[in-house]
Nanobody, 119 residues
Framework: QVQLVESGGGLVQAGGSLRLSCAAS????????MGWFRQAPGKEREFVVA????????SYLDSVKGRFTISRDNAKNTVYLEMNSLKPEDTAVYYC????????????WGQGTQVTVSS
């Protein structure tokens, strides 16, 4: 079992920045693909970006390209999402998720952290 705990969410003005952190339990963290998702009320959950076991990243959600950056620190069992130039439309609950080796989909999820961007 993997436990994921997000932190760093909050209220920020448009144009501001936040850095989300996701701390993972387990000694096999380096074997997981780690992803960030977000969901606004009444909307479908959407994939933001993921970082692979190798450290390489997937493509970013089009609406966040050039503004968000994912990274991981395997020594700290932590994945980050740096968010810059935030827009009100970025307001959502952000979730950290892990996909274990061989899994077809993400199989572990954090509780989510609220990000609110004011106009």
């Amino acid at each position: 079992q993997v436990q994921l705990v997000e932190s760093g969410g909050g209220l920020v003005q448009a144009g501001g920045s936040l850095r989300l952190s996701c701390a993972a339990s387990g000694r096999t963290f380096s074997s997981y693909t780690m992803g960030w998702f977000r969901q606004a009320p009444g909307k479908e959950r959407e994939f933001v970006v993921a970082v692979r076991r190798s450290g390489g990243t997937t493509s970013y959600l089009d609406s966040v390209k050039g503004r968000f950056t994912i990274s991981r620190d395997n020594a700290k069992n932590t994945v980050y999402l740096e968010m810059n130039s935030l827009k009100p439309e970025d307001t959502a609950v952000y979730y950290c998720a892990a996909r274990s080796l061989g899994a077809a989909d993400y199989d572990y999820w954090g509780q989510g952290t609220q990000v609110t961007v004011s106009s």
